[in-house]
């Protein structure tokens, strides 16, 4: 029930985007990087593949060195040793005492050695690197009730970031509902509480209220009639002690310790577009009118109906350049490793479907920022001190677990 009803509020917000994109008239909206690093495919060090593996929604490394990673369908779950060995695949869809109703991504820094990724309709983290001994943290409270964990980046995916910081882990929480209408919903997600909760005793405090942080980022927003932002929620946790959330109106990566003080903010280069052609908001927001053509998430036009449908697209958009570019994320993603270093992925206007590509920011924990391009069809999940992880797709698109390693950093 749960999960149909929020498959249903993704559906609504889908169904409004022929309105707005067709008055779509929003308004408009640190140093340099330093020497750009290219990697090549030949960097690319495959651990392990299996015919397991389908499409890839996220990857965890688990501190014995072994590799899971989660799929979009089942099997939801694949295991690999520290040395590529497979360890096994399961986890199915379900309502049973030990499926998966709807699989969101993993706990980001594990819990107890273990992996675990969260459910959206259990509110729950299962444990998925013993699958043998079930086991799920609850996470079912007066301070966080069923619902209330919900995802801020892209609309299409089902996934919501969560990690740990020390003993206890942190969870976005949100009272947004589609009832409210798109605009206003979407602000709620990008202002949600960030709040600890600690496993062992169940319980939960707020860590940082994004909403009173942060600037209210639709101040330079001047929405259409149906137009709503795609901005992402980013924050991750850096280091031990710290959690990192991206500021747009600041264009800054601010920090919060554990007790919620705020420390010392980085800023970011100058924001990586200001104006987008028709054409590249079109390609931008495909994957949602494919979703309102089709009827359903996850399934593709043709080829030749995927150009006619962009197309149509092309001709519906209104706006200039400035203001259909103040609808778009910035950055896609960000990641952290355990030494505090940040990693943040821009949206990449020519790949379309609001995805990032080859090109990352690495930002030291004392400011300085490098681009690092890495490999064609090399997917990064994960960045620890010596390596990138991710999932390396050959020329048929068969995926591998594979990793990048990283000058002077240490194994694994």
């Not at 688990?62 to 040395?83: A, K």
């Not at 675990?116 to 444990?127: E, G, K, L, Q, T």
């Not at 850096?238 to 991206?246: F, Q």
């Not at 264009?251 to 420390?263: P, T």
Request: a negative charge; glycine letters at 10%; aromatic letters at 8%.
């Amino acid at each position: 029930m749960r999960e149909n009803r929020m498959n249903s509020l993704r559906v609504a917000a889908y169904l409004s985007l022929a309105a707005f994109l067709a008055t779509c008239e929003g308004a408009s909206n640190g140093s340099k990087p330093g020497t750009a690093v290219e990697l090549s495919s030949s960097a690319i060090e495959v651990l392990a593949s299996s015919d397991s593996l389908s499409v890839v929604r996220d990857l965890e490394v688990t501190s014995d060195g072994s590799v899971w990673i989660l799929n979009e369908r089942e099997p939801y779950v694949v295991g690999f040793g520290p040395d590529g060995e497979f360890v096994g695949a399961h986890g199915r869809a379900g309502r049973g005492p030990q499926d998966f109703p709807m699989p969101s991504a993993f706990l980001t820094g594990g819990w107890q050695g273990e992996a675990w990724v969260f459910d959206f309709v259990r509110h729950a983290m299962i444990r998925v690197s013993r699958p043998d001994e079930w086991a799920e943290v609850a996470l079912r409270s007066e301070s966080l009730p069923p619902g209330s964990v919900q995802g801020g980046m892209n609309m299409l995916v089902p996934s919501v970031r969560t990690a740990t910081l020390g003993r206890e882990i942190i969870v976005p929480r949100s009272s947004g509902t589609m009832q409210e209408g798109v605009l206003q919903y979407r602000h709620s997600l990008l202002r949600a509480d960030l709040v600890a909760m600690d496993p062992e005793t169940g319980g939960v405090r707020t860590l940082v209220a994004l909403g009173e942080v942060l600037d209210d980022p639709s101040g330079d927003f001047i929405s259409s009639e149906g137009g709503f932002p795609l901005w992402y929620r980013l924050w991750a946790v850096c280091g031990e002690e710290v959690v990192r959330v991206y500021d747009r109106v600041r264009n800054r990566l601010r920090g919060f310790d554990g007790s919620g003080a705020e420390v010392e903010p980085i800023d970011l280069p100058p924001v990586p577009f200001t104006e987008v052609s028709a054409r590249q908001f079109a390609r931008s927001v495909f994957g949602m009118r494919q979703a309102e053509v089709t009827g359903a998430i996850g399934v593709r036009l043709t080829a030749e109906d995927s150009a006619r449908v962009l197309d149509q697209l092309v001709g519906m958009v209104k706006g200039q350049p400035h203001e259909l570019a103040s609808y778009l994320p910035r950055y896609v993603d960000l990641r952290c490793s355990e030494d505090g270093t940040m990693w943040m992925q821009p949206l990449d206007v020519e790949l379309g479907g609001l995805r990032g590509g080859r090109l990352w920011l690495r930002i030291a924990p004392d400011g300085d920022v490098r681009e690092v391009r890495l490999p064609e069809r090399f997917d990064a999940f994960r960045f620890s001190t010596s390596r990138v992880w991710g999932v390396y797709r050959d020329e048929n698109d068969l995926p591998s677990v594979a990793f990048i390693a990283l000058e002077g950093g240490r194994d694994r």
